[in-house]
């Protein structure tokens, strides 16, 4: 999926936003095995900007659950009992490293477009 959006790196105005974070997540993958997350690459505007996520960031749990893909990533946001959740996020820091920080959100919160890192695919 990296490579898939490496190629659109011209059709996306947001591509320069991002690109630190997927080399860092790369990085990731090679030194800690890291295989998972999903990344903001813009945000969804008939909602309103959402003002905890940032262009850039990489999602990897809700409420300590991590997600593989923005399909489980709905999936188990849709299941909380709960309008507040914590999210797990991959955050870079201005030497573009990747931190883990927690942010405490709501499910009404403005959607954000995501891009899955990896492609998963279930046994059979």
Do not use: W
Not at 56 to 69: M, V
Not at 72 to 93: C, F, G, M
């Amino acid at each position: 999926v990296c490579a898939d959006m490496c190629r659109k790196l011209d059709e996306d105005p947001s591509a320069d936003i991002y690109m630190d974070s997927l080399d860092a997540f790369i990085d990731l993958i090679e030194k800690e095995g890291l295989m998972y997350g999903c990344l903001v690459t813009g945000y969804y505007e008939p909602d309103g900007i959402n003002e905890l996520l940032e262009i850039g960031d990489i999602l990897t749990a809700i409420d300590g659950k991590e997600f593989r893909s923005i399909e489980e990533h709905n999936e188990i946001k849709s299941a909380l009992e709960s309008e507040n959740y914590k999210l797990t996020v991959l955050r870079p820091d201005s030497n573009g490293k990747l931190k883990k920080i927690v942010l405490d959100c709501q499910k009404s919160m403005p959607r954000v477009y995501m891009c899955d890192l990896v492609n998963y695919t279930e046994a059979e």
